[in-house]
């Protein structure tokens, strides 16, 4: 089924210890979105990349790492994790940036750091 | 900072009744309006959408009507289901930024049978 993968599906993690969650789409979309959704907060950007080679700053990119070298992959590092990103993490894509067009999203990952 | 509201925060409907949510957005040059629905535990699905050139869209019981001179667009539901129960999210261009849209904090809809 076409679409966007995410790993791992939840995860634990020490404070400290760094960390990528995983994403891919099958779509051949060229614009992807990092989110997070805290209780209360809504979806908050954390990084994007409107196409393979580019990657921009969102919301909340502090602590967060991306990087896109393909047009399928979008990983997500936290480079030495804090409690305050324990969260849901969403990936999403659309098949450009023109806001033109709805956001596919992959299934989450939820992480705690402790 | 630029934002995105929803109205109301919190809706609860019995079954069989209708339910309207309410967008309002800042960016007038806008003209993609997309509603997205989050089961419990599940990830945000597109169920609806309408461009700038039409005034409302139905798909089945959900429908969506734009006012582009008040800036705003609403998701109608009609014959609410259980299953309907669900946060809902409208989404907006950001008027600052030329690449990114902004997302409602949500409506939580509860549907009692």
């Known amino acids: 089924t076409a679409g966007i993968t995410q790993a791992p599906t939840s995860q634990i993690l020490a404070a400290g210890r760094s960390m990528t969650l995983r994403c891919t789409q099958d779509?051949?979309?060229?614009?992807m979105y990092w989110y997070r959704q805290d209780l209360g907060l809504g979806l908050r950007l954390i990084h994007y990349s409107n196409t393979a080679g580019t990657t921009g700053k969102g919301e909340v990119p502090d602590g967060y790492s991306v990087s896109r070298a393909n047009t399928d992959d979008f990983p997500l590092t936290l480079a030495s994790a804090v409690p305050s990103q324990t969260s849901v993490y969403f990936c999403?894509?659309?098949?450009?940036?023109?806001?033109?067009?709805?956001?596919?999203f992959g299934s989450g990952t939820r992480l705690t750091v402790v | 900072g630029e934002n995105v509201e929803q109205h109301p925060s919190t809706l609860s409907v019995q079954e069989g009744d209708s339910a309207v949510i309410k967008c309002t957005y800042s960016?007038?040059?806008?003209?993609?309006f997309p509603w997205y629905k989050q089961e419990l535990g599940k990830r945000p699905q597109l169920i609806i959408d309408i461009r700038s050139n039409v005034g409302e869209k139905k798909d089945q019981r959900i429908a969506v009507t734009l006012n582009k001179t008040a800036k705003h667009f609403s998701l109608h539901i009609t014959e609410t289901q259980p299953e309907d129960s669900a946060v809902y999210f409208c989404a907006a261009p950001s008027k600052t930024s030329y690449d990114k849209v902004i997302f409602g904090p949500g409506t939580s809809l509860s549907v009692i049978p």
């Open positions: 999403a894509s659309s098949p450009d940036s023109s806001r033109q067009y709805g956001y596919t």
């Open positions: 960016d007038s040059a806008s003209n993609y």
């Open positions: 779509m051949r979309h060229n614009a």
